[in-house]
């Protein structure tokens, strides 16, 4: 092996704080930009070669996925690095006169931005009127539906105290029932009883 995996992390790790201090510098020169790019694209050869021959380097699953996001993130920086120092920077008044068609197309486009931002705000406060008086109305039913809910419990409370009454009535009058017929038979039997006195006196 040209290398270890301790040679990758270590140079890794050198780039990653290139990088950064690049990123924190007010223009970083082509010159810086090129090299990190060409110490990038190497890094990432060398990561492709450990990813392939894991075991002989020594690198588990779990290490070589945390390696590969590691780069991932690295590579994102980079492109962002690069891209940022190709763009040329905004034109200021001190860059043009006001008379320059340059900056009257910029001060123009501008405008028009802050414009459709003012737009986009006017939409959004008419949004937010709307989802408030959405609430108003959404509170407003709610508490109807409570109220209701409310009178519902008491006629169910209602009902309930009635049909337990209505049970006390019914188990009283059962109750009364059985007591007439109980003595109904006592009354039979008593005849029955004369009727059999009477028979056996007139023998």
Partial sequence: MAFTVDDWKSDFDLLLNTVTSLQSAPTPSPSQINNTVRATERLRLRLNEVMKERQEFGVGEDEGRKMEGDMKDLEGKVKNLKSSSSQPPPPTSSNFQASDPTFQAYQQTAQTVMSAQDDMLDQLGSGVSRLHNQARMINDESTLHVNLLNDMESDVESA??????????????????????????????????????????SH
């Fill in 160 to 201: 309930t105290m009635g049909l337990r009454q209505e049970a006390k009535h019914a188990e009283k009058i059962r109750e009364q029932s059985s007591v007439c017929k109980l003595y109904m038979i006592i009354a039979a039997e008593t005849a029955l009883l004369a009727f059999l006195i009477i028979m056996g006196f």
